[in-house]
């Protein structure tokens, strides 16, 4: 008897230890499954694919910054002042179309007020299938993103989620500490990486900048492209017409195109970009922005710390090129400016590059 009382004790015990949690997670809610922030309450932002859903659904806002992690050093408060609104930043580091698309999906069926999307458009996901998950960044957090409760466990038990988040919130209030968030500024940003020449090169190729014979998209390719881009770009931007969506290719350095050179895939690159902005162009509320022709940008590698990602100096540099509507793609510059970025890549002096690498 002494021993069902003592099992008995220990049940409701551990019974009474979860609820508490559970409640603890729902009450807090670092990653915003059930609500906004709370007042008085100080929360940080690091999990991208966990807080994006919550982020998206629960703030307020009429702005919205999104894409891979090549758009993680956008300032909100830059594109605010600019553009006079009040911006998120919900990046999806590797994410692709889909991924960033279902996102805007979940924008616009919670807000009704979205006067601007920016864009990232990565190259690496353009000739993808339109249905393309990463599966190889960890399981997808599916159970923040859907509304069925039973699945909701992974969450309210979830030791990054507690031990990481809701434990860290407490404690600061508890300490007297002032609510609030991360800025969406600071959120996902690499403002300390090292941005340069040597760290560029990094991810070049033994062969990069010789030319190897050029390949074309297939037929099969450019209809998986056409499918991706008209999912997961042309019909959510059709079926909110009162909403701008500035759309940019993400900026690559030479190192980049280099590479591509060598590969024999520069002219498919380009015509998969080419062909993916007449589809959008086809679409009045989609602008379509390219920076590959500002070539002071692309060639410096001062402004990279791999052959992609770009400092944060060049993201508030695109945002102003957007106010000012400089480095835009339209239905009549569309076939000049491929033809144009060819004939620069395909004829720039690589070997120049290296001689950055030894004067920094």
């Known amino acids: 008897m002494r021993a069902k009382k003592w099992l008995k004790t220990f049940l409701i015990l551990i ?28 929360y940080e932002l690091g999990e991208q694919r966990s807080q994006n859903d919550g982020i998206t659904k629960h703030f307020s806002y009429n702005a919205v910054i999104t894409g891979t992690s090549m758009t993680e050093n956008f300032k909100t408060s830059e594109l605010d002042l600019l553009l006079g609104t009040q911006s998120i930043k919900v990046p999806y580091p590797g994410g692709t179309y889909k991924e960033i698309g279902d996102n805007l ?5 919670t807000h009704d007020d979205i006067q601007i999307v920016v864009r990232g458009l990565d190259y690496s996901h353009l000739v993808e299938d339109k249905d393309a998950m990463r599966t190889d960044m960890g399981t997808f957090p599916t159970y923040l993103y859907d509304n069925n409760l039973f699945n909701d466990v992974k969450y309210l038990f979830n030791n990054t989620a507690l031990g990481v988040y809701a434990l860290p919130t407490l404690l600061r209030y508890l300490r007297g500490e002032s609510g609030g968030i991360t800025s969406f500024d600071d959120y996902s940003a690499t403002y300390g990486e090292n941005y340069s020449a ?25 209809q998986t492209l056409t499918d991706n881009v008209e999912q997961n770009i042309v ?20 190192v980049w195109w280099g590479n591509l050179l060598c590969e024999g895939t520069l002219e498919k690159q380009v015509e998969a970009e080419r062909i993916a902005t007449k589809l959008m162009l086809e679409v009045g509320n989609i602008r379509v922005f390219s ?14 710390m791999d052959a992609g990602h770009y400092s944060p100096k060049i993201n508030s540099w695109m945002l102003s090129q957007f106010k000012a509507g400089n480095d835009e793609i339209t239905k009549d510059n569309v076939d000049s400016y491929a033809k144009a970025q060819i004939g620069f890549y395909e004829n720039f002096d690589y070997s120049s590059l290296y001689e950055q690498a030894k004067e920094q």
């Open 198 to 222: 040597a760290a560029a090169l990094g991810d070049a190729s033994p062969d990069m900048g010789q030319k190897a014979e050029q390949k074309a998209l297939t037929d099969e390719e450019i």
């Open 15 to 42: 019974l009474m230890f979860l609820v508490a949690v559970g409640a603890l997670m729902v009450v807090i809610d670092p990653f915003f499954h059930y609500h906004a922030p709370l007042q008085g309450l100080y």
């Open 291 to 304: 920076f590959n022709m500002e070539t002071e940008i692309i060639t410096d590698l001062s402004n990279y």
């Open 235 to 254: 019909e959510i931007a059709k079926e909110n017409p009162d909403t701008t969506f500035y759309c940019f290719f993400t900026p690559y350095s030479a």
């Open 105 to 109: 999906k979940t924008a616009f069926a």
